[in-house]
């Protein structure tokens, strides 16, 4: 059989008799007749076990005769179509899961053959796991809108009115991606559903919703509601590795900052501080930054002292670090608030480079907003004319307009009474919007 194709029983009497270049009554021997494997081969009758035995039986005689091996058996005769594309959707995901960390366009030939397949065998549980072998492809390289689009069509597969088992594991990952594409409601949804439903799920399922919930709550600016949860993830401190503890020490001491409470978040930051590792240059720099502008925040001259901390350990950060666009991001803010602007404008660009690298939309689209902010202020149409074309891939990109890059771009040129520009990118909206 054919990787992707799903024969007939009169298909695959035509394909054995083509093969051994034989008439229909060689086949029949004397049990059965002509007419019928005429009629199994217009697929008006189906082939029996009986009736594929004597085939078989027949056509090992005639290899025999013939000095040809006969390959086929009984069972491939009587495999029905359904089985047959069981088998071709095992193989496609045999193949999608050994291709989910190839570098170049493999996985996705496969998967857009896999989906063309499945046109016609709509098989459930095949379809879930390839959505989500998708949905797991896509958000390892960082592609979250892709990523998201294939999570959710794996959770329309499974029930929500059952609670099947297999979707908690989907909510997860789309309680994640859902965070990287600035969904932040969508990833409420998801954890709440969970958390709400799922009561037998285990302690480190739970710490994951709980801290996704809050990232989430976070980003809307409801700081209680994340303090509320990150109390309950301190409760359980013991069940949380190291690295997991300190997001949830760090997301405390922001929320803290984001409240002004910032005698508190310093507090915590401290704390953190004192149980880092020497070494641990990449978790120290970021309790530093943040340090920092807790102080920038109080107009306190120790933000000096605490930057130092962050320069010195800038040039011991690998460039691979998970959160290197967010670090250069912050030191940029921070240079911006020293007024030290080409400081801020060489970590502004490098974020920016490092955003797009890693596909990092929310962190490509607030360094594009500090840029614009930088050059307008210097009134630099050259620069603000290149930001211009990223914003155009980054729409591209996102499949959204981000409206406060918009308006920046538009006030900008609309001081410099640029028509031509505002003309050009009021099309670019109008046409992506079609």
Same mark, same amino acid.
């Given at each position: 059989m054919e990787k992707s194709v799903v024969l007939s029983d009169g298909d695959k009497l035509k394909r054995i008799r083509r093969?051994?270049?034989?008439?229909?009554?060689?086949?029949t021997g004397k049990e059965i007749t002509r007419n019928l494997i005429s009629e199994i081969e217009t697929n008006k009758a189906s082939i029996t076990k009986k009736t594929a035995e004597i085939i078989i039986k027949n056509l090992k005689e005639i290899g025999k005769k013939r000095n040809f091996e006969v390959t086929e058996t009984v069972d491939y005769l009587m495999e029905n179509q359904l089985v047959q594309a069981t088998k071709v959707l095992d193989n496609y995901i045999n193949e999608l899961e050994a291709l989910s960390i190839s570098k170049d366009n493999s996985f996705i030939k496969t998967l857009k053959d896999a989906?063309?397949?499945?046109?016609?065998?709509?098989?459930?549980?095949?379809?879930?796991?390839?959505?989500?072998?998708?949905?797991?492809y896509f958000c390892n390289n960082n592609e979250m809108y892709e990523s998201a689009i294939y999570y959710e069509k794996a959770s329309a597969l499974v029930s929500r009115i059952f609670l099947d088992n297999k979707l908690l594991p989907i909510?997860?990952?789309?309680?994640?991606?859902?965070i990287y594409t600035a969904k932040y409601n969508s990833s409420l949804d998801s954890c709440n559903f969970a958390l709400d439903y799922f009561k037998d799920m285990s302690n480190n399922e739970k710490a994951v919703f709980l801290h996704n919930r809050a990232l989430s709550y976070r980003a809307l600016k409801n700081y209680d509601l994340a303090l509320q949860d990150i109390r309950t993830l301190e409760n359980m401190a013991n069940e949380l590795d190291k690295?997991?503890?300190f997001e949830v020490l760090n997301l405390k001491a922001i929320c803290l900052k984001s409240k002004n409470d910032l005698e508190n978040a310093?507090?915590?930051?401290?704390?953190?501080?004192?149980?880092? !590792? @020497?070494?641990?240059? +990449?978790?120290?720099?970021? *309790?530093?930054?943040?340090?920092?502008?807790?102080?920038?925040?109080?107009? !306190? @001259?120790?933000?000096? +002292?605490?930057?130092?901390? *962050?320069?010195?350990l800038l040039f011991k950060i690998n460039n691979n670090y998970e959160y290197i666009t967010d670090i250069y991001f912050e030191v940029a803010k921070i240079y911006k608030y020293l007024k030290n602007t080409s400081k801020a404008e060489e970590y502004y660009m490098k974020a920016l480079k490092s955003a797009k690298l890693k596909h990092e939309c929310v962190l490509e689209s607030d360094t594009l907003c500090a840029l614009i902010d930088i050059y307008s202020e210097l009134d630099d149409a050259e620069s603000i004319g290149k930001l211009k074309i990223e914003f155009f891939n980054l729409s591209n990109n996102q499949l959204a307009i981000n409206n406060i890059i918009l308006c920046k771009l538009i006030n900008f040129y609309n001081k410099k009474f640029s028509t031509e520009e505002i003309k050009e990118i009021s099309n670019f909206v109008l046409q992506f919007n079609m």
């Open positions: 093969k051994y270049v034989l008439k229909q009554e060689e086949i989906e063309s397949f499945l046109i016609d065998w709509d098989i459930k549980d095949k379809k879930l796991r390839i959505y989500e072998l998708a949905g797991d909510l997860r990952k789309l309680s994640v991606v859902y690295q997991k503890y310093l507090t915590v930051y401290n704390s953190m501080i004192n149980f880092l !590792d @020497d070494n641990d240059f +990449e978790k120290k720099i970021i *309790v530093y930054i943040n340090i920092a502008e807790a102080y920038m925040e109080r107009n !306190d @001259d120790k933000l000096n +002292e605490e930057f130092n901390n *962050v320069k010195e």
